[in-house]
Each structure stands twice: as structure tokens, then as C-alpha cells.
T-cell receptor, first 116, second 112 residues
């Protein structure tokens, strides 16, 4: 079983709809992240959370919100989806107790979202 | 502004060739540089390099960090079709609260 699980794997939705992407992990890591990936732009950070009570905006948080329901669960919501939110979305985790290795992030398989 | 630039953006070689991928960075208070391989979906971790660990090797893959000239290279020898992927470079700095700044990636295609 995957250590970082994202659901759904693929989603097609219409402009204006609310959508939630979910991420759960069994790695026991305290830090979790949401990224989006667009062709030619690499990974861009949307939100990150260092623990259940610590949530921070990333580079491109406008139009998105998150919830850290438990240490193992971190969900991303698009309140009113728009076509330029069509992208590949990744959840990642890291372990702050590992010294310099705290920077190593482990990724889920991704969710491909299309907003029509 | 912190940034990470990878080159080339894409590369096509034949099986058996050796390739070198580049990653240059400008990141305040550098802490670490990471290389990932992205095949179909999830990026998978390859190496982490720091000021105290500037060279890593695993099988046919190796990487070095030049923390004076601010770049890293990822070398793949005797390439195989399974090496075809996007290779991502990311850099972590203290000032960014240990968040990673990502390059756009190099798309590597290995032809049989």
C-alpha cells in the first residue's frame, strides 16, 4: 500500500463547483504539503502544514483552502473551481525530526483535475 | 528572489549514452539540494546534497554539489529506457522556513 494516498486520482468538474481533494499518510510524518504542477512550471506550493494547528499559505494559495483533520490527513478544497485550476495536484509529507533530512518530501501519486 | 533553474529543459539520447543534467540556484541561506525522478506521476526522491555532503552515488546515478558556484549536476551513465523521466531539482533554504524551491525539470528521453 502507498504511504501517501491521494483521492480521487482523476476528477473532471465544472466551473463554479466546489471540490475537495484528500490526502492521507501512514508514514507518521508531521509535515504535509499541497502542490500543483503545470507543464513547464515545475511544482508550486499551495499550502503547507507543520502540524494540526499550524497551517500556512504557500506561493499560490488564492482560490484554495485546506483542512488538517488529523496528523495523517490533509485535504485541499477549491471553493469555486475555475478552468485555470486545471492541473496535476500532489500531496507530500516530510518528517521534521530527521535533522537535515527534514527537507526530503515524499509524494502521493497525484490527482489530475480538469475544470471545464 | 530565490530561484532554481534547470537545464536543459529536454534531452533525447540513445540507450547507453551518458547524460549530465544541470541545476543552478540562488537561494538565501542554502541548506540542501534534492534531486527527484518523476516518471508517470509521483516524484520519487533520488539524492540530497548539503554543504557537508557534496557528492552522492547510487548505481549508475551520481550527483555533485558545487556550493561556491551554486550548482549541481546529476550524471547518469549507461542510460537505459527506464531512465526516461522528468528529473526535478529542489533547494531548501533557512529563510524559506525549510520549504523547497523547485526547478521546472529536465525531461529526459532515452531511445532504444
Amino acid at each position: 500500500d502507498a504511504d501517501v494516498t491521494q483521492t480521487p486520482r482523476n476528477r473532471i468538474t465544472k466551473t463554479g463547483k466546489r471540490i475537495m481533494l484528500e490526502c492521507s499518510q501512514t508514514k507518521g510524518h508531521d509535515r504535509m504539503y499541497w502542490y500543483r504542477q503545470d507543464p513547464g512550471l515545475g511544482l508550486r506550493l499551495i499550502y503547507y502544514s507543520f502540524d494540526v494547528k499550524d497551517i500556512n499559505k504557500g506561493e499560490i494559495s488564492d482560490g484554495y483552502s485546506v483542512s488538517r483533520q488529523a496528523q495523517a490527513k490533509f485535504s485541499l478544497s477549491l471553493e469555486s473551481a475555475i478552468p485555470n485550476q486545471t492541473a496535476l495536484y500532489f500531496c507530500a509529507t516530510s518528517d521534521s525530526s530527521r535533522g537535515l533530512a527534514k527537507n526530503i518530501q515524499y509524494f502521493g501519486a497525484g490527482t489530475r483535475l480538469s475544470v471545464l | 528572489e530565490d530561484k532554481v533553474v534547470q537545464s536543459p529543459l529536454s534531452l533525447v539520447v540513445h540507450e547507453g549514452d551518458t547524460v549530465t543534467l544541470n541545476c543552478s540556484y540562488e537561494v538565501t541561506n542554502f541548506r540542501s539540494l534534492l534531486w527527484y525522478k518523476q516518471e508517470k506521476k509521483a516524484p520519487t526522491f533520488l539524492f540530497m546534497l548539503t554543504s557537508s555532503g557534496i557528492e552522492k552515488k547510487s548505481g549508475r546515478l551520481s550527483s555533485i554539489l558545487d556550493n561556491k558556484e551554486l550548482f549541481s549536476i546529476l550524471n547518469i551513465t549507461a542510460t537505459q529506457t527506464g531512465d526516461s523521466a522528468v528529473y526535478l531539482c529542489a533547494v531548501g533554504g533557512m529563510d524559506s522556513n525549510y520549504q523547497l524551491i523547485w526547478g521546472a525539470g529536465t525531461k529526459l528521453i532515452i531511445k532504444p
